[in-house]
Structure formats: C-alpha cells, structure tokens
C-alpha cells in the first residue's frame, strides 16, 4: 500500500497499483497513471501525463491517434515530438523545428503533409529569396491585355520553410502576415489562405554561415519550438532496416481530409477551461515577466497560445476540459522561445529552461472540483 493525491480532485488516499501501473481514486473514480512508481510507505505525487495514454477515447483524439500512427511508420522513436507536431496543427498554430541537419525535420513535415492529403509546398530558403516567391506576385496575361495574381507557395495548406534562417530579414517579413492573420497582401490586394494553413520551418542551430537571425517579433508568430534530437540505437537500426527497399515516405497514404481536420480545430476551441486554470496559466505569464533572469517574460499573445495548445493536449487525450497539468506540460515548447535572458544571467550559465521550471515550481497549482470541470 502507498500514499497517493489524485491529479484530479487532489484527494489524498492510501491504495494498491493496478498490473498496468494505474490507481484509481475513490473518491471521484478518476483514473491516475503513475510518472514513477513510489517508494515503499512514500507519498508518491500523482500528475496524470496524457503522453501515455492511447488517444482515442474523442474525435479529435481517434483523428490525433490516426495521424500519429501514420507518421511513425516514417518517423522512428520519436512519438511525444510527434505528438507535439500535431498538436500545434491541431490548435492551428505554426511550428519552429531547430535542430541539427539530418534528424528527418523535413521529413517531418512531409510526413504530416502526406498524412493529411491536403495540399504541400516547399519553400527552400536562402539569401536570394525575395518575397514575391514566397507570397506570389502578378504577371501580364498577353491574351487578356491585364495582369493576373499567380499564389506563391504560401497559399498551400502545409507549407514547409526549409532552414528559415537562411531567407534575408526581407523574405522571412513576408510570413509574418500570412502566419497571424491568415492573408496575404501583393500589390495592393488581400488574398485569403485556404484553411487549415500550417507553416512548419526548420532551422539549424549550428550553422553560423551566413544565416539571418529571426527577429522577435518572427519567434513569437510559432506556437512551438521543438527539437526532434538524435534517434535511439535500436530506433536507427530499426530506421535503417524499412530503408532497405523502399521510403516509406513514398508508399504513405493519407488517413484522413481536410475536412475532418477543420472539424478537429473547431471541436479543440470548444474544449472547456475553467477559470482557475487560466488564472494559474496567466500566473505563470506574469511571473516570467517578474522573474530577475528575464530581459523578456511572456506576451499576451503567449497566453493564448498556451491557453490554445492546453486545449488540444486535452482534446488529443481525449478530454472536453484542460487541467494544470496541461499547462504544465506544454509550457515549455511555447514559451521556451519567447523567453529572453538578461545578459548578466547568461554570464552566470542560466538557461531559460531552468528558469521556467523555477517558475512552474514557485506558482501554486489551484486545487480543482471533482466535477470534471464541466461548464
């Protein structure tokens, strides 16, 4: 017997561990999953992690698994990075992968490309770039004697920005209007983008070449940033063993439409927040503005984006409502990156990794209802 606090209605209590690791609580019958089993006669802390559960139990959540499923038959060894991929597609956000050449960041995104079935461009950054390729520009018909707009490739719906940083400060500006409002302005005219848009761009961390830094401004457009990292011993000898024949990028079919994707993005905006999860989301937004290490804490357009991507971590899970935990636990992707260290805490090694975990250590998580947080 251990001693338990459910992650739910924090209500201590004292019980067994099922054969597949759960506890149930007796008081709201909720279902707890351990992080770590406790030690004999401990107080083992109860944060359910719905990393580990199989998605399915919603629509969004069977759509999520479907996707997931999918790309891993490309992607080796790397499911909570892809479940975080989808999740940001899921809550219509764009993401920044930053990470060293070769660890399938484009591969990535042609997997989720080829999964959803709509449609795909590729943008392959460098200096030259300007922004009409991007956005697209107009061109004299002879026939019609009048100028016609021909769409860049920023008008798919999966668009891929192949090492951003290598694009001029002129080129990457050309983003920023598609990424926040989902338009583009050429030559005196607003063109829509044909939902879902979704911008995945890669960048290498490494390569001090000539790269432009993205300013800002740019950083805070991306709801995350995430690292895919090198692949596991077996997960690469597993990698290396479909590559024999064929890629299996080549034979990927999508699993599901545009359609059913629209439809996942609405029911993630409906999923419900109880108003002491956003006051505890807002108290970590404005203790990362208070924090000493800090030059730059969290902007309200941080709030919303953490208060979005909760919702579709809960709504992947399975869940019509978000908990502390889901704050928690995407935190760090959306605001690791918004985040900017006073010079003086760099001299002194402090990482904004560090100093984030300070800051879900120092703010109290709210004590939540038994009642499932329902509306």
């Not at 069977?62 to 060894?77: Q, S, T, Y």
């Not at 992968?97 to 461009?121: I, Q, Y």
Request: a neutral charge.
């Amino acid at each position: 017997m251990s001693n338990f606090t459910c992650a739910y209605c924090a209500h201590p209590f004292t019980a067994t561990t099922t054969a597949e690791g759960d506890v149930i609580c007796p008081k709201c019958g909720s279902t707890n999953r351990l992080l770590h089993r406790p030690a004999a006669g401990g107080a083992g802390p109860m944060r359910q992690r719905t990393e580990e559960r199989v998605p399915g139990e919603s629509p969004v959540g069977a759509l999520a698994g479907r996707l997931m499923d999918n790309i891993e038959r490309v992607i080796v060894g790397k499911y909570p990075e892809i479940r975080r991929v989808v999740t940001a597609y899921l809550a219509g956000g764009h993401v920044l992968l930053e990470d060293v050449p070769g660890v399938a960041k484009t591969m990535l995104a042609r997997a989720l490309a080829g999964s959803v079935g709509g449609s795909f461009k590729r943008i392959q950054c460098t200096p030259d770039l300007l922004p009409n390729d991007i956005t697209g520009s107009s061109i004299f018909n002879p026939k019609t004697t009048e100028f016609e707009f021909r769409p860049g490739p920023l008008f798919a719906q999966i668009v891929l920005a192949d090492e951003i940083n290598r694009a001029t400060p002129r080129a990457q500006a050309a983003l920023l209007e598609a990424m926040a409002e989902r338009k583009v302005t050429a030559d005196g005219h607003n063109y829509e983008l044909k939902p879902p848009c979704f911008l995945i761009a890669t960048q290498n961390p490494i390569d001090h070449e000539g790269p432009f830094p993205l300013p800002e401004a740019q950083w805070d457009r991306f709801l995350m940033r995430l690292s895919l990292g090198y692949p596991q011993f077996e997960n690469e000898v597993a990698m290396l063993q479909r590559l024999r024949a064929e890629h299996p990028i080549d034979t990927l079919a999508a699993v599901t439409g545009v359609g059913e994707v629209l439809a996942a993005q609405a029911a993630v905006s409906r999923v419900h927040a109880d108003e002491k999860v956003i006051r505890y989301l807002v108290q970590l937004i404005q203790a990362t503005r208070e924090h000493y290490d800090l030059l730059l804490g969290g902007s309200p357009r941080a709030s919303m984006a953490l208060l979005r991507c909760a919702q579709a971590h809960a709504a992947v899970a399975g869940f019509d409502f978000i908990t502390p935990d889901d704050v928690k636990d995407m935190a760090a992707e959306v605001l690791g990156h918004r985040l900017i260290l006073r010079p003086e805490s760099r001299l002194r090694k402090r990482t904004v990794r560090v100093v984030l975990e300070e800051v879900l250590n120092s703010v109290p998580v709210p004590q939540m209802p038994a009642t499932g947080f329902a509306p």
